[in-house]
């Protein structure tokens, strides 16, 4: 098992360009979480999901923000018009079970999102 | 509102020497607490949570819910410890689990 994959591990866009980000969890895992890390902070959650349903997307900005867990693909983080603020860190994560409490959630190495 | 805290940014021991990671929390329901760890260029990995109540890599991590603590522990640090170190508190609401961190601590054990 290959673990999380995400890609690119880095990316580089121009202010008002679009961002896609990519997460493949974990073989056998059906739900997908993404956090956000900005410099000096902690991980933070954007948005829960399973296939083909947003379950939690309480963290998500409200504006140029979509994600998405097709029946088949990847989940996509897709950020719109990009701006200097973005730049952080997006990690992925896949957890097997049903939410219950203490489920543990295996991460992928992260995506490095630089706006220029 | 559901908080992690872990106040030190930098921590550095000297090898062999005792070092105990903080982490506070707040939630008003029951807490699920974890220790994630994240080595030089590998991905965040759990390392313990406190339901198991297990000790991994010699480490160990009580939930004081008296003192909202889950401070970790090791009485003998290795220079394979250096790492940072996140804290972290399921929080479950309408369906939905995910994890709130603390902005981590920065260990380095020294020779």
């Known amino acids: 098992n290959a673990g999380v994959m995400q890609n690119p591990r880095h990316l580089v866009r121009r202010r008002g360009q679009e961002a896609r980000l990519r997460c493949s969890p974990m073989?056998?895992?059906?739900?997908v979480y993404w956090y956000r890390q900005l410099p000096e902070e902690g991980l933070k959650f954007m948005v829960y999901l399973q296939k083909e349903n947003i379950i939690d997307e309480s963290g998500m900005p409200k504006e140029r923000f979509s994600a998405e867990f097709p029946k088949e693909g990847p989940s996509i983080l897709r950020i719109q018009q990009v701006v200097r603020g973005d730049s952080a860190a997006y990690f992925c994560?896949?957890?097997?079970?049903?939410?219950?409490?203490?489920?543990?959630?295996?991460f992928g190495p992260g995506t490095r999102l630089t706006v220029l | 509102a559901q908080r992690v805290t872990q106040p030190e940014k930098l921590l550095s021991v000297f090898k062999g020497a005792p070092v105990e990671l903080k982490c506070n929390y707040s939630?008003?329901?029951?807490?699920?607490l974890f220790w994630y760890v994240q080595y030089s260029r590998q991905r965040l990995q759990l390392l313990l949570r406190?339901?198991s109540r297990e000790s991994i890599k010699g480490f160990t991590a009580d939930l004081n819910k008296g003192e909202t603590s889950f401070h970790l522990k090791k009485p003998f640090a290795q220079e394979e410890d250096s790492a940072m170190y996140y804290c972290a508190l399921s929080v479950f609401q309408g369906g939905s689990e995910k994890l709130v961190f603390g902005k981590g601590t920065k260990l380095t054990v020294n020779p």
């Open positions: 073989k056998g895992h059906s739900h």
């Open positions: 939630y008003s329901g029951s807490p699920e």
């Open positions: 406190h339901i």
């Open positions: 994560a896949s957890s097997p079970l049903a939410s219950n409490l203490g489920n543990e959630q295996f």
